[in-house]
């Protein structure tokens, strides 16, 4: 019988990888929902193509625009934030939660209801409430599989091992678009810049945030939340060639590195098929071609998003929710230009330092409300710090 799947955040760079592997053997699957937010011709070309029950923008004002591309299709049409969560609401034996941003955290939490499987690509999730998410999934009895690569890569270093013989979990980082340039240069450093990543091709806020490093920052929060291991456990590592995405350290030494191309197709068709492992359309590596894997570490100077990360994992609660809401917001500045590349995370920094002192909520109980509800004071937080820099 055909798998009933569902794309969150269908549109995107993860969500289009998802659509190619499924459309590879598209007689194995049968689409219930897709979600975008903007690109509603793309939205509409795929679910046209894949024979999809739903298509859903997150966007109101694209309704009209949606019907219009769908007209005479068979495909339903919806359009919301609410129509997103209800999408995920609909039966599916496998759920890709791809939405960038916190605005993946109500649809994904409504995946992870169903007792099935969520496909986690939407970091932000667990940054802002990992324990609410992963909770209600084991509630549900949901199998959560991991897709951001470095999660993927531990996941399968960990097959078959003991998690209490685990020392230590590596992430790597590839330093994204500045890694080799000078310090005192980065404040300078434009939209353009930031947006171009040397390893990965992903959409533009996450290669944003390759350059600030907060992506890392915000993965090494998901390798806790994920796997539950120690903040001390979770180290950094950068690697400029993105080919080892994570290691696992065992109490006996050894080392577990996964090793693959840059190309997210692997994460994603690893969570497609797990348990099984299926041929998926990736580069084979020649490492002799390849030569040499270099290392470093990472300089907390140039990148200040990882001691953030560290210092909102020590604080817990949902501080987590300030640290990406502030991050988000600060990069919404970053783009539409009314704050510095090096700003960022100043102003991240200073809505962790008001929020801990000037928020009840963070002690509250992590429901979603509550989330959504530190969530929506931490970007005022942050709004105010960014517009008072410019001032
Ligand atoms: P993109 O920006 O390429 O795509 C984001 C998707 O979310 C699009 O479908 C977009 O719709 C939709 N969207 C945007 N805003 C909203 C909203 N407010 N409500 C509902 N949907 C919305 O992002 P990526 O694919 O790069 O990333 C998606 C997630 O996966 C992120 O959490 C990211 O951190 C994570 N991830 C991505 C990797 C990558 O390689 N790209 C690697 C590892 C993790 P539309 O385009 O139609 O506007
Ligand atoms: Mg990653």
Avoid at 56 to 61: C, E, F, K, Q
Avoid at 155 to 177: C, P
Avoid at 227 to 243: K, L, T, W
Avoid at 249 to 268: E, K, N, Q, T, W
């Amino acid at each position: 019988m055909a798998r009933k799947v569902s794309i969150l955040g269908a549109t995107g760079s993860i969500g289009q990888n998802t659509i190619d592997l499924i459309s590879r053997a598209s007689q194995e699957y049968d689409v219930v929902a897709l979600t975008g937010a903007s690109n509603i011709a793309q939205l509409a070309q795929d679910a046209i193509a894949l024979k999809a029950d739903v298509a859903v923008t997150a966007r109101d004002d694209l309704l009209e625009d949606l019907r219009r591309a769908l007209d005479g299709s068979g495909v339903e049409a919806a359009a919301g934030a609410q129509a997103v969560t209800e999408s995920a609401a609909r039966p599916a034996d496998w759920i890709m939660s791809a939405i960038v941003g916190a605005a993946g955290l109500a649809p994904g939490l409504q995946a992870a209801r169903q007792g099935t499987t969520l496909a986690l690509a939407n970091k932000e999730s667990l940054v802002c409430a990992g324990p609410l998410l992963m909770e209600t999934a084991r509630g549900a009895g949901t199998k959560v599989m991991p897709v951001d690569s470095e999660h993927s890569a531990i996941f399968q270093a960990l097959i078959g091992e003991d998690l209490a013989a685990v020392e230590r979990i590596i992430i790597t980082a590839s330093g994204g678009a500045f890694r080799d340039w000078p310090i005192e240069e980065l404040a300078q450093a434009t939209l353009a810049e930031a947006s171009s990543h040397p390893n990965w091709d992903m959409g533009q806020r996450i290669t944003i945030d390759s350059a600030s490093m907060f992506n890392k920052a915000m993965e090494v929060i998901e390798t806790r939340e994920f796997f539950g291991v120690r903040p001390d456990q979770i180290e950094v590592i950068v690697h400029p060639q993105s080919m080892i995405h994570a290691l696992v350290g065992f109490s006996d030494g050894a080392l577990m590195a996964h090793v693959g191309p840059p190309d997210m197709r692997h994460a994603i068709g690893f969570a497609l098929h797990h348990p099984d492992r299926r041929h998926l359309p990736v580069e084979r590596l020649d490492l002799a071609a390849i030569g040499q894997l270099d290392f470093r570490a990472p300089d907390e100077v140039r990148w200040p998003a990882l001691r953030l990360a560290r210092e909102t994992l020590e604080a817990g609660g949902m501080m987590g929710a300030v640290f990406n809401a502030a991050k988000e917001t600060a990069l919404d500045r970053f783009i539409v230009g009314g704050l510095g590349f090096t700003e960022m995370s100043q102003v991240v920094a200073q809505t962790l330092d008001h929020m801990s002192t000037h928020c009840d909520h963070i002690d509250a109980k992590m429901t979603l409300d509550n989330v959504l509800q530190v969530d929506h004071l931490a970007r005022k937080a942050a709004k105010a710090a960014a517009v008072k820099r410019a001032g």
